[in-house]
């Protein structure tokens, strides 16, 4: 008895070894997408809707937040934002930012745009909705007003998070719609490089100068995500807008764009936008909801004269202030973790809720006291400890020192490993409730390979739920369970189950 239970456990560790190695060998293939921009048809298409890590691409959004409040007089290139100790620790791409300290809105758009600094994109985040966690839910509700239906963000880098889902088409919208709805500060993603602090920092976009028309936009890279990017050309008076994500390189990722726009850019329609497309819509109707940024409906900005292009390299003093100057206060309360064990980034997770808050931000989770900036006696910024209480729904910001960005020739910095971070401690105990649980495999990494490839099929099915990996200890042998919580009731588990098994995944629904 005894050895025909060594034995089948043998035959469970090689099934999911090689279910482990299959996934890993069967890589999602790339996903693509041209559209024409003036028109809104699809030109081209490879898997255009499969779910995606955005890496850096996350970025787009948080500048399309970002002009939203520049667009609405909210603040101008001059405001001053604060940097707290949480956006100052952010890896590994950054601009150095010290805590403290502050930073124009100018530089902090810039660095994302060229560098893709995450400190930068934190201390956005952290001043328009006080917290990154609130941002990123408002990242999402903005993403949904303007058409894109499939994506869910929950930081505002794009540093590794494995709930934070977008597709080819969806960054393919995005491009579209900040230029449409905010042309003026559009421009800026064709900085070729820009001084800060007497350093030249060069823009990761290497089509820019090479590709003739191409005007920006951003690139992206994790390990979990591959080589991403969306680029905008216009030539001809022909408008396209293409994304390519999961590249194996930087380079053929590079040259499977220039492929695409070679050979699209001939067909994509030379005459005036039309009514029914993106960029006509949101050109009449300048009222994507973006919660407490932009209140009120912004007014048309208008369009940047046409004689007028980006530098290739902007000193920052030089630059002409904001199309708006009405004056706004400095920096808004800005609420930042205060007590962090060591520069170990891996100690750090700043969770977001598990559901999108339309209302309001539920309260990131915390270990001790916050410190919450306020206007002192004398005017000047004092920092006044707080004490928060939540309950930790998800796992947001882990191991930020686990993603790499592009290097400025092509290359990859990386900061430790590049792997996704592993659901961390509060993921691998379940809530109570129903489950779908795929397989079991002999290492976490094999079980986020299962995970990743079952949310790739699950498509909405899936999108409310939350990936979770179970460490088990049998006989000796430690397993790892790859399951998805959060199911409402059992029919909703076994309907995402049985949608996952049509597609050639195998599950079972469950309930602790």
């Known amino acids: 008895m005894r050895s025909s239970r060594g034995a089948c456990a043998a035959l469970v560790v090689a099934g999911a070894i090689s279910a482990g190695a299959a996934t890993a060998a069967q890589a999602a293939p790339q996903s693509a997408i041209v559209v024409d921009a003036k028109t809104g048809k699809v030109l081209y298409s490879s898997d255009p809707d499969g779910l995606r890590h955005p890496a850096s691409l996350t970025k787009m959004m948080t500048l399309f937040m970002l002009f939203g409040a520049l667009d609405s007089g909210k603040l ?9 100790v949480f956006a100052s620790r952010q890896s590994p791409t950054k601009l150095g930012l010290k805590p403290g300290s502050t930073v124009s809105v100018r530089d902090a758009m810039l660095g994302l745009i060229t560098r893709s600094a995450n400190d930068a994109a934190v201390v956005i985040a952290e001043n328009l909705a006080g917290s990154e966690a609130a941002f990123a839910n408002r990242m999402t509700v903005t993403a949904r007003a303007i058409g894109m239906s499939r994506t869910t963000f929950r930081n505002a880098s794009g540093l590794p998070n494995p709930n934070q889902w977008t597709t080819a088409r969806d960054m393919a ?33 290497k089509l820019l100068g090479r590709v003739e028309g191409v005007d920006g936009i951003k690139t992206g890279y994790t390990r979990a995500s591959g080589f991403n990017l969306v680029s905008s050309v216009k030539r001809d008076n022909r408008y396209i807008v293409a994304s390519v994500m999961g590249g194996a390189s930087g380079a053929s990722r590079d040259r499977q764009m220039m492929g695409l726009i070679a050979k699209y850019m001939p067909v994509a329609y030379a005459g005036p936008a039309k009514g029914d497309s993106l ?22 900005p208008a369009p940047a ?21 009405r004056p706004v206060p400095q920096a808004r309360a800005v609420q930042t973790q205060n007590a962090i064990p060591s520069d170990d980034m891996a100690e750090i997770s700043e969770p977001a809720p598990e559901a999108l808050a339309l209302a309001s931000a539920a309260p990131a989770a915390s270990d001790g006291p916050r410190m919450v900036f306020q206007q002192g006696p004398s005017g000047k ?45 509060a993921a691998r105990v379940s809530a109570p409730g129903w489950k779908v649980q795929i397989a079991a495999a002999p290492t976490e990494d094999g079980a986020r390979s299962l995970l990743d490839k079952a949310r790739s099929k699950g498509g909405k099915m899936l999108a409310s739920a939350s990936p979770a990996v179970e460490s088990v200890a049998k006989g000796g042998d430690t397993f790892y369970r790859a399951r998805f919580t959060g199911f409402a009731s059992k029919d909703k588990a076994r309907a995402a189950c049985d949608y996952l098994k049509k597609r050639d995944v195998s599950c079972l629904a469950i309930a602790d």
């Open 76 to 84: 101008t290139l001059d405001s001053q934002l604060r940097v707290s």
């Open 173 to 205: 919208t995005l491009g579209r719609a900040l230029q449409a709805r905010y042309p003026t500060y559009y421009r800026y993603f064709s900085t070729k490089a820009f001084v800060y602090r007497g350093q030249t920092i060069g823009n990761h976009n």
């Open 279 to 300: 960029i006509a819509k949101l050109m009449q109707k300048k009222s994507a909801p973006e919660p407490e940024i932009a209140a009120a409906p912004a007014p048309a």
């Open 305 to 325: 004269p046409a004689a007028v292009e980006a530098p290739d390299v902007i000193e920052t003093a030089s630059l002409a202030p904001a199309p708006r100057t």
């Open 381 to 425: 910024q004092v920092a006044q400890p707080v004490t928060m209480t939540a309950s930790v729904a998800g796992i947001d910001n882990a191991a930020q020192n686990d993603a790499t960005e592009e290097g400025e020739e092509g290359k990859t910095i990386a900061q430790g490993d590049t792997e996704d971070p592993a659901p961390a401690s």
